[in-house]
């Protein structure tokens, strides 16, 4: 180096210093504009908690993905939350959390009990918004409910039952839960809508613990404790499924009349296999689209009814075709 004349030394150094400054320039932009990318991408206008009856339901799984769908339009982070196996104590200490961790708004299964409403007021005291969906809690402070009219919803199941059936019908119900308050509005209505009738009679009320099994188990059980029973309701999502299956274990003479809840895929091919005579409608997908723009629309400021109802109406055979509902149920 040191022969080296000084003019060639001179610009061997600054040909260094060159690539080394367009190199530092080049990457630190390359860095910068990474970190910029995930910045903007957690940058969410607003944060909601949607609690789950149970993460894994199909059902509930709908309502995910209509909420997820409704999010993503408004930039909204939607964290999608609940037990493995519906849990009311896990829920509500869930709901205490999303409190907590301050978001925006809370969509949530209605639960039933104080404690429920107290967490509502809770929120609300902290400029929280709370949205019911699927079971609603009138009595909280929640803003507004999203989902079926309950009580409605089994009234019609009642009315198919006195349209489809003729005869002395003794039925047996198979609830989710006894505690959830949607079931017990469902019954309610169902038994109003026979109480119309003097041929049909509500023999017994097990549950499901909204399990198919559970179902299966509780039809047989039905069967075996009352023989008499030739009708079998099933008031939530995998119910019908679970009947159908309880029945083929019992092997009886004469098959009983079928009603189930919702239009899950595989309820609506036992429609179409003529082991469930009809299904009470719920739209899931829609609840969770809608509670999400209604929550948006709170965090606006915007005046909203209170009850959203998003439809019920029963489906049967002919309003089915290749597995997909061609035309509104009757009621809707
Ligand atoms: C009810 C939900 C319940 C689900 C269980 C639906 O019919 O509306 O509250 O979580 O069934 O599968």
Redesign the pocket.
């Known amino acids: 180096m040191k022969n080296l004349p000084k003019s060639i030394l001179f610009t061997i150094v600054l040909a260094l210093f060159s690539t080394s400054f367009f190199l530092m320039l080049y990457y630190g932009k390359e860095t910068f504009y990474v970190e910029k990318q995930i910045s903007s991408q957690q940058l969410y206008d607003y944060h909601f908690a949607l609690i789950t009856?149970?993460v894994g339901?199909d059902?509930?799984r709908q309502i995910e993905n209509g909420a997820k769908e409704e999010a993503a339009k408004h930039n909204v982070y939607l964290e999608y939350i609940g037990p493995r196996k519906?849990d009311n104590e896990e829920k509500l200490q869930t709901f205490d959390r999303m409190i907590s961790s301050k978001v925006d708004g809370i969509i949530t299964?209605g639960m039933p009990g104080e404690r429920f409403k107290a967490l509502v007021h809770k929120a609300v005291e902290r400029g929280i918004e709370v949205i019911t969906v699927?079971?609603d809690v009138p009595q909280s402070e929640r803003q507004l409910y999203v989902g079926?009219d309950n009580y409605k919803a089994g009234f019609s199941a009642g009315q198919a039952v006195i349209k489809d059936t003729e005869g002395e019908i003794k039925v047996g119900a198979v609830i989710?839960m006894y505690d959830?308050l949607?079931q017990q509005e469902r019954l309610q209505g169902f038994k109003e809508a026979i109480a119309e009738s003097d041929r049909i009679e509500l023999v017994d009320v097990l549950e499901s613990n909204?399990t198919e099994i559970g179902a299966a188990e509780a039809t047989y059980s039905l069967l075996k404790q009352h023989p008499q029973i030739n009708a079998l309701v099933g008031?939530?999502?995998?119910d019908g499924l679970g009947i159908v299956q309880g029945i083929e274990e019992i092997h009886l003479d004469q098959t009983p009349y079928v009603l189930s809840?919702?239009i899950l895929p595989q309820t609506l091919e036992m429609i179409d296999q003529g082991k469930i005579a009809a299904t009470v409608t719920?739209y899931p997908t829609e609840m969770g689209k809608q509670a999400v723009n209604r929550m948006v629309d709170l965090q606006h400021g915007r005046k909203i009814e209170p009850m959203q109802y998003t439809g019920t109406g029963i489906i049967r055979a002919k309003d089915i075709n290749n597995g997909e509902i061609i035309r509104k149920g009757e009621g809707s």
């Open positions: 009856e149970e339901n059902y509930w519906s299964q699927d079971t079926t989710g959830a949607n909204i008031m939530s999502a995998l809840f919702d719920q």
